[in-house]
């Protein structure tokens, strides 16, 4: 699942990727008695999500992919005001 994510990652064209570890546990419920069981499954799997994104007309990466702009100019936009 990590190569996964990471082959996504480094493809791109996606935002707020998550691999998350998720926690199994039943619930006992009973008249007065209602709480977790006793024994549990450590982990019920592992979910991978991501928003699927497309760069629209005249977005950063279409700028930078043209070579109209260079992708230190956006690096300066990014640095904090030294001021």
């Known amino acids: 699942m990590v190569d996964l994510y990471n082959a996504i990652k480094q493809r791109g064209g996606v935002t707020h990727l998550r691999l998350c570890d998720t926690w199994f546990r039943t619930i006992q419920v009973l008249p007065e008695r209602t709480h977790p069981e006793v024994s549990m499954i450590a982990s019920g799997g592992y979910l991978l999500t991501a928003y699927t994104v497309e760069p629209k007309p005249g977005s950063v990466h279409e700028l930078l992919q043209s070579g109209l702009v260079s992708s230190a100019f956006w ?8 001021s």
């Open 75 to 82: 690096h300066e936009l990014d640095a904090p005001d030294e």
